[in-house]
């Protein structure tokens, strides 16, 4: 049965949005965001000549994904053979003879490991103009996954490694793929990323920061979500959690509990720093309530930091919780289920501030 290739992510249209320099692409599974970067990464091999990286977090990820990189590409492109051998991807013109030997003016792209890329920083990359993070976000589900330490940085000096910004390098696109897993990760807090709240000329579901060439995309495509939820598969997901994930796009360990919109009447508390940024707590003591802001009040003079890292001669290093009452009493409330948060993001550092607190 031919499939309506229209209803899968269309990787142009986010192009049109050139002043992107990172794109962070979220979508249900199976809409086509890695086949559509694999698509894209060959076609400019194929037209220009220019090289792809292909990343993933450990040796066993990649190890996992890349032999069968190519196989549900091939058919995309019935001129032409391919390859994989130690690391890299080869691409070329299917020859006459078929024993006839691989050059590297055959190699289109590169895989990297995150975890390792540090070991390939004088290793130059003339020619990669397209860098995929596949699989960015993890599932947190799933205990045995973790993010590397400081990944955010990771994905920057490998970026640095590759495109060596200011040397004349051509211009290098990341894209960060990944499936609707939680907004509470590494790269939302460092990259201060939001979903997207409105769609574009193209019907795409767009947000771009307010000051740095980062594009956020969630994949929607009503097409794609009713073919799927039409499958025995949709039958089976109906009505459940996993169907709002798979279907529906919603991110599927983010739930709405203890998200509210801080009350008018609430009074400023005490802020605190963590990771770089700045939270305040607001208090309703008639309701029994606190909330957790991005609001704060600049003038009020008590400001907790919770990591060496974030404090400064303007803040009270927090050493031990029962001695510093205000943030007690945030912790108290905390475990008697009276915080609140504003976001989603907000509740997710909170929940590694309070696992961090509660061990001093």
């Known amino acids: ?13 986010t192009l049109t949005h050139s002043e992107g320099l990172f794109f962070v692409i979220t979508g249900t ?17 194929i037209k220009k000549g220019e090289q792809f990286g292909y990343i993933r977090r450990y040796e066993k990820d990649l190890d996992e994904a890349y032999k069968e990189f190519f196989r549900d590409i091939v058919d995309e492109f019935r001129d032409y053979e391919f390859k994989i051998e130690g690391r890299k991807f080869y691409c070329r013109i299917k020859p006459e003879d078929e024993k006839e030997k691989w050059t590297d003016d055959e190699v289109c792209g590169y895989a990297f490991v995150l975890s390792t890329a540090s070991n390939k920083k004088s290793i130059p990359y003339p020619k990669i103009t397209m860098l995929i993070y596949d699989e960015f976000m993890l599932d947190k589900v799933n205990s045995n996954q973790r993010y590397i330490p400081n990944e955010p940085i990771s994905l920057l000096n490998l970026y640095e490694t590759v495109a060596r910004p200011g040397t004349g390098h051509p211009r290098v696109v990341l ?18 990323l939001q979903l997207p709240t409105k769609q574009d000329k193209n019907g795409k579901w767009i947000w771009k920061h307010p000051t740095k060439p980062i594009i ?4 929607i495509n009503p097409a794609f979500i009713e073919a799927k939820r039409a499958t025995e598969f949709g ?16 991110f599927i360990n983010d ?22 940024k700045k939270y305040g707590v607001w208090a309703d003591f008639l309701a029994g309530l606190m909330w957790v802001s991005e609001k704060v009040d600049p003038g009020y003079p008590l400001v907790y930091s919770l990591t060496m890292q974030d404090h400064s001669p303007n803040t009270l290093f927090l050493k031990n919780r029962s001695t510093a ?7 108290d409330a905390y475990q008697n289920g009276c915080v609140r948060f504003e976001s989603q993001m907000i509740k997710g550092a909170c929940y590694e501030i309070i696992k961090m607190v509660m061990n001093l």
Request: charged residues 25%; contains cysteine; proline residues 3%.
């Open 1 to 13: 049965m031919a499939i309506d290739k229209s209803i899968f992510w269309n990787i142009n249209e």
């Open 175 to 192: 894209f960060m793929l990944g499936n609707n897993t939680s907004v509470n990760n590494p790269f939302w807090y460092f990259f201060d």
């Open 216 to 219: 956020v995309e969630n994949a």
């Open 325 to 331: 009452t205000p943030f007690r009493k945030f912790i």
């Open 255 to 276: 739930t709405d509990t203890f998200i509210e919109k801080r009350s008018p009447i609430a009074r400023f508390y005490f802020s605190f720093i963590y990771k770089n």
């Open 29 to 45: 599974r199976g809409c086509g965001k890695s086949f559509g970067c694999k698509k894209k990464a060959i076609e400019n091999f």
């Open 235 to 250: 039958a089976i997901t109906a009505g459940t959690s996993y169907d709002a994930y798979s279907m529906d796009n919603k």
